[in-house]
């Protein structure tokens, strides 16, 4: 079956500190994966996409990692800020038809 | 550029009453998607299209409807609101397929009792 399993559910950090968030996937055959950033009452909005030959990508402060042999992608942030509190979700996108799989998402709290 | 927008932002239906979720992108996107996301769930497919005329179901499309007349709109429709509809629905657009990146609207949350 089709899943994406992100951990932690939750995360407290303190501003300023660094965290990561995992993801674990096992869509196939496997096209590309997904990090979303999802605001309190607002859409997601995409910070990167990964494809299988990709290991590593940056947007600004958010960096994300894919493994493709082991299944799973990590999204670090650095320097935390208070606008970086919101839900983290990872979708994985299948290549053998139009199906994406959500992932629960993590939602971050930044503490000032 | 407004993206996706989406009316209304909150509705309260009683259980069996009818209602019409309205979507509109002005990015000339030819695939667009209708999502529900429950607490602690991952967004779910209910319907999506791919062109203007051509609809089809997704993951949880009991109790939904869609049309797509043109590129610009696809509303949701509920027929006979159950409780179990209760959720944030989004709507959301994309190039081709679903590969590529979708923009989400802001969401409507939908409350029925």
């Known amino acids: 079956k089709n899943q994406v399993e992100q951990s932690p559910q939750s995360l407290i950090i303190l501003e300023g500190k660094n965290c990561t968030l995992q993801?674990?996937?096992?869509?196939?055959?496997?096209?590309?994966l997904r990090w979303y950033k999802q605001d309190t009452g607002r859409g997601p909005v995409s910070l990167t996409i990964m494809t299988f030959s990709e290991n590593t990508k940056s947007n600004g402060r958010y960096t994300a990692t894919l493994d493709a042999d082991t299944k799973q992608s990590s999204l670090h942030i650095t320097a935390s800020q208070l606008s970086d509190s919101a839900s983290y979700i990872c979708v994985v996108s299948a290549s053998n038809g139009n199906k994406l799989v959500f992932g629960a998402g993590t939602i971050l709290r930044v503490k000032s | 550029n407004a993206g996706v927008t989406q009316t209304p932002k909150f509705r309260i239906l009683k259980i069996g009453q009818s209602m019409t979720l309205q979507c509109t992108q002005d990015m000339n996107h030819n695939y667009m998607y209708w999502y529900r996301q429950d607490p602690g769930m991952g967004l779910k497919l209910i319907y999506y299209s791919v062109g203007a005329g051509i609809t089809d179901k997704g993951e949880v499309p009991n109790g939904y409807n869609v049309s797509r007349s043109t590129t610009e709109d696809f509303p949701l429709r509920l027929e006979l609101a159950a409780p179990s509809q209760t959720s944030v629905y989004f709507c959301a657009s994309s190039y081709y397929n679903t590969g590529r990146e979708q923009y989400f609207g802001p969401g409507t949350r939908l409350t029925v009792t």
């Open positions: 993801c674990n996937y096992t869509v196939s055959p496997f096209s590309n």
